[in-house]
T-cell receptor
Framework: AQKVTQAQTEISVVEKEDVTLDCVYETRDTTYYLFWYKQPPSGELVFLIR??????QNEISGRYSWNFQKSTSSFNFTITASQVVDSAVYFC?????????????FGAGTRLFVKA | EAQVTQNPRYLITVTGKKLTVTCSQNMNHEYMSWYRQDPGLGLRQIYYSMNVEVTDKGDVPEGYKVSRKEKRNFPLILESPSPNQTSLYFC??????????FGPGTRLTVL
């Protein structure tokens, strides 16, 4: 069965600190997709990244970076030099190819507070 | 502009009064889905649809119905709402296994 665990419920940092949001997943499928979404205080859900299970390359996009490690079933998200605008709830999600990618499981989310 | 729209955005109703939340997308996506978001639980999938007239249950389908008569629309129906269905609801659409585009959300309160 699929499962996504975001063990950090809330994280509070001071602006310019680096912060890592953890995501651990469980799946029996060999082909799957991992996602990160951001939900700012305004409430909308914003896509950040998609990674398939065959692509273990880490990715960097500006101040954001993602570390995908199949060996530990983790897909962690790091924000470098955090800013107040990064304050949001961040969700990690998993879709399995076995279900056609149609069933998606989200983690409970991590609320990030960035203080000025 | 590519988007997913939901209506209404806010709704307060009473137990047992049937309601429908509409969802529409203009991106010609085959796949659409409904989620509910509750504190501490993240988003949980209610129903999804792979194409017109093809739907299936997600993880929390009890108390909900859906239909997909047109590709662009995917309404969520609560035939007899109960207080435990008070939640924030999101509709989403996508192509294949790519990222989902979410609607703005519908905040439902059932008294």
């Amino acid at each position: 069965a699929q499962k996504v665990t975001q063990a950090q419920t809330e994280i509070s940092v001071v602006e310019k600190e680096d912060v890592t949001l953890d995501c651990v997943y469980e799946t029996r499928d060999t082909t799957y997709y991992l996602f990160w979404y951001k939900q700012p205080p305004s409430g909308e859900l914003v896509f950040l990244i998609r990674r398939n299970s065959f692509d273990e390359q880490n990715e960097i996009s500006g101040r954001y970076s993602w570390n995908f490690q199949k060996s530990t079933s983790s897909f962690n998200f790091t924000i470098t030099a955090s800013q107040v605008v990064d304050s949001a709830v961040y969700f990690c999600a998993l879709s399995e190819a076995e279900t056609g990618g149609f069933k998606t499981i989200f983690g409970a989310g991590t609320r990030l507070f960035v203080k000025a | 502009e590519a988007q997913v729209t939901q209506n209404p955005r806010y709704l307060i109703t009473v137990t047992g009064k049937k309601l429908t939340v509409t969802c529409s997308q203009n991106m010609n996506h085959e796949y659409m889905s409904w989620y509910r978001q509750d504190p501490g639980l993240g988003l949980r999938q209610i129903y999804y649809s792979m194409n017109v007239e093809v739907t299936d249950k997600g993880d929390v389908p009890e108390g909900y119905k859906v239909s997909r008569k047109e590709k662009r629309n995917f309404p969520l129906i609560l035939e007899s709402p109960s207080p435990n269905q008070t939640s924030l609801y999101f509709c989403a659409s996508r192509i294949l296994d790519n990222e989902q585009f979410f609607g703005p959300g519908t905040r439902l309160t059932v008294l």
